[in-house]
């Protein structure tokens, strides 16, 4: 059976039906109070009411009403969303707006379609990770081609392309070898535990920032615990999802439930702040019967994962019992580090002093908090690809707190924000090294262990 509910054209009446009537439920709870809108950090450079959570879903308590007359007008409102769920832990009736501007994408692109393009990067790139590894491998091969090199942070390797339209952005390039070519242990750790961890790499970890896999696995080890690597990795779904091209999603989710067995593991790990996430709520909420079609075994095996996920901040402090009394001594001279938070990790998983302590570990720097600390970076996944200047105005702020702290180092949880970061710092021209927090970790346990 198609796991496509839309794939005939016109679509499927009865399916569209169901969608609406799921909408309909979630928006329904919304009072229209407007708390969203001192927290919306597009509104905040916008200053447009239809920009903020209660704009939106006034839009779609008339969802039946202008869909069809306005698709197009609906779905641009709807894609203006950096999907940060700021709105959501601000709301005071607990509206969760990120299913329901995923439900409602997931209608719009069963209506509209996606274009040719996009639906074939989803669903022949995005969804066979044999594919999409041997095109970024190509692409490390060959971006020396393309990119010029621009390097203003210390350790770092950025580049912008030669030729417009991207040629103003500074783009963090592939590495040259991503973390599954480079992973090669098969041996239980020394001092065993016999915890048993799956780290699921992430697409930008294994391809941009191996060096943050690397970390996780070292900072495991050092604790006594076995981890493996499953192959056949790819994509958490989240590019799809967040499009609302629900097969390749599915398709992702699934291909992933055979090598995640989760009789295989004790934990799920990822160093990722979005894909712990997805895997944690959008895989249960949108891998399921309301949505495509599934079996009652995939389901339980996706909320089997979903319960042994966990990001690699908590997972250390809060399952391997890593704790601020191991703190080192206060040294006033060590340059300074501060910490962004990521919106997935922060307000969608409640971790924020997990981080915090473990870069605390390291007594080579000395932690100061940033101003605004857990503002959105601007990033937004395809948000920046879309509406890059406003994803801008968005990280420039953020860039202007990280500097007002006298920072040499920004750490943060996500590879997405890594990105992000790195090219607002560039573009001030700021010699500021963003790093992950676990690697700032990782650096303390190496120098303990005398590596």
Same mark, same amino acid.
């Given at each position: ?193 016999? =915890? ?173 908090? =940033? ?81």
């Amino acid at each position: 059976m198609s796991m496509d509910p839309f794939k005939k054209t016109p679509p499927k009446m009865a399916a569209l039906i169901r969608m609406m009537k799921i909408l309909d439920y979630q928006v329904a709870r919304c009072s229209r109070c407007g708390a969203c809108q001192s927290v919306c950090p597009l509104y905040d450079v916008t200053r447009n009411e239809s920009d903020v959570a209660r704009g939106k879903l006034m839009l779609l308590d008339g969802l039946t009403r202008t869909f069809f007359n306005h698709p197009e007008g609906v779905s641009e409102r709807l894609n203006r969303c950096l999907l940060c769920g700021s709105c959501a832990i601000a709301c005071p009736r607990g509206v969760n707006t990120i299913e329901i501007f995923m439900t409602a994408r997931w209608i719009m692109s069963g209506y509209r379609r996606l274009s040719p393009v996009r639906k074939a990067f989803f669903r022949k790139v995005l969804a066979n990770p044999a594919l999409f590894d041997r095109l970024a491998e190509h692409g490390a091969r060959w971006q020396g081609l393309f990119l010029r090199q621009n390097s203003p942070a210390p350790g770092a390797s950025l580049g912008n392309l030669v030729s417009p339209p991207l040629s103003h952005r500074n783009i963090v390039p592939l590495a040259p070898a991503p973390f599954h070519k480079i992973f090669k242990r098969t041996i239980p750790a020394k001092n065993s535990s016999g =915890m048993r961890v799956a780290l699921f790499t992430g697409c930008i970890i294994d391809k941009v920032y191996p060096h943050v896999a690397d970390a996780i696995v070292k900072a495991l080890e050092h604790h006594g615990v076995n981890v493996t690597v499953p192959e056949a990795q790819g994509c958490c779904g989240i590019p799809a999802l967040s499009s609302g091209e629900h097969t390749a999603f599915a398709q992702m989710v699934a291909d992933h439930l055979t090598p995640f067995d989760p009789s295989g593991f004790d934990y799920l790990v990822t160093g990722c702040a979005t894909c712990t996430a997805t895997i944690k709520t959008l895989w249960p909420a949108f891998f399921n019967s309301r949505f495509v079609s599934t079996t009652a075994s995939q389901e339980s095996t996706v909320r089997c994962i979903s319960e042994k996920a966990h990001d690699i901040n908590a997972f250390l402090v809060n399952i391997m019992g890593v704790t601020s009394a191991g703190k080192p001594p206060f040294n006033a001279h060590a340059p300074i580090l501060t910490y962004h938070d990521p919106c997935h990790l922060r307000k969608t998983l409640g971790v924020f002093s997990e981080p915090r302590i473990l870069i605390s570990q390291n007594s080579a720097y000395r932690f100061m908090e =940033m101003s605004g600390a857990q503002s959105c970076c601007g990033m937004g996944g395809s948000f920046n690809l879309t509406h890059y200047d406003l994803s801008g105005k968005i990280g420039e702020k953020k860039a202007a707190n990280i500097e007002a702290t006298g920072a040499g180092v920004v750490a943060t949880g996500c590879p997405a924000c890594m990105m992000q970061l790195s090219d607002m710092l560039a573009r001030r021209g700021k010699n500021i090294r963003v790093a992950h927090a676990v690697e700032i970790y990782a650096e303390k346990l190496a120098f303990a262990d005398g590596v």
